[in-house]
């Protein structure tokens, strides 16, 4: 069945460098590809997205690259601050169904 | 992107009983969707609601267990039927808006089955 698979499932990094999670999914039919954040308590936020016509997009400190054929995207975080601690999910998605599915998560620790 | 209200936020419930989660979203949508997330684990999608029509389940998920209502554009209930403690979980519901069907959150309904 359809599936997608995240890397790492913890990350911790320093204050200040960078963090980067990577999916890799199985539908070739998927052609949005949403990341959000989610912190203790709280739901998911969406943090920045890409659909399969474009190849990276960048907001700020974040960016999120695809690579399609490979069916491959990543989440990258730069200069990465305490608040930017959370738990990543990647996600998977067709434009017609709405539906997604979601990888396993990354929990992310920014030590000051 | 829309407010999308749930009720309630939290809650503990009985076991053996039932509990209707309701989501109320400000602005007209097609598409409403009902995941489940577990205790330290991911998102799993429960079903699709449109109005006017039967929900559609995910494998794993059945009517009998989880009843659905989507009786207009901005409003759907999930029903938690017969809970036991593996039924404690985040219940979200989410919407897609605008043309590239971003999905957006609810802020989610916390049960505990005890």
């Known amino acids: 069945g359809e599936n997608v698979e995240q890397h790492p499932s913890t990350l911790s990094v320093q204050e200040g460098d960078s963090a980067v999670i990577k999916c890799t999914y199985s539908?070739?039919?998927?052609?949005?590809f949403p990341w959000y954040k989610q912190e203790l308590g709280k739901r998911p936020q969406l943090i920045i997205d890409?659909?399969?016509?474009?190849g990276e997009k960048k907001d700020q400190r974040i960016a999120v690259t695809l690579n399609k054929t490979a069916k491959h995207f990543s989440l990258h975080i730069t200069e990465t601050q305490p608040e930017d601690s959370a738990v990543y999910f990647c996600?998977?998605?067709?434009?017609?169904?709405?539906?997604?599915?979601f990888g396993q998560g990354t929990t992310l620790q920014v030590k000051p | 992107s829309a407010v999308i209200s749930q009720k309630p936020s939290r809650d503990i419930c009985q076991r053996g009983t039932s509990l209707t989660i309701q989501c109320q979203v400000d602005?007209?949508?097609?598409?409403m969707f009902w995941y489940r997330q577990q205790p330290g684990q991911s998102l799993t999608l429960i079903a699709t609601?449109?109005?006017?029509?039967?929900?559609?389940?995910e494998s794993g998920f059945v009517i009998d267990k989880f009843p659905i209502s989507r009786p207009n554009l901005t409003f759907s209930t999930l029903t938690v039927s017969n809970m036991s403690p593996e039924d404690s979980s985040i219940y979200l519901c989410?919407?897609?808006?605008?043309?590239?069907?971003?999905?957006?959150f609810g802020e989610g309904s916390w049960l505990t089955v005890v």
């Open positions: 602005s007209q949508v097609t598409m």
């Open positions: 890409i659909r399969s016509n474009v």
């Open positions: 609601a449109n109005q006017g029509s039967e929900a559609t389940y």
């Open positions: 996600a998977a998605g067709s434009g017609n169904t709405g539906k997604l599915i």
């Open positions: 539908d070739s039919a998927s052609n949005y």
């Open positions: 989410s919407v897609e808006l605008g043309a590239g069907n971003t999905i957006y």
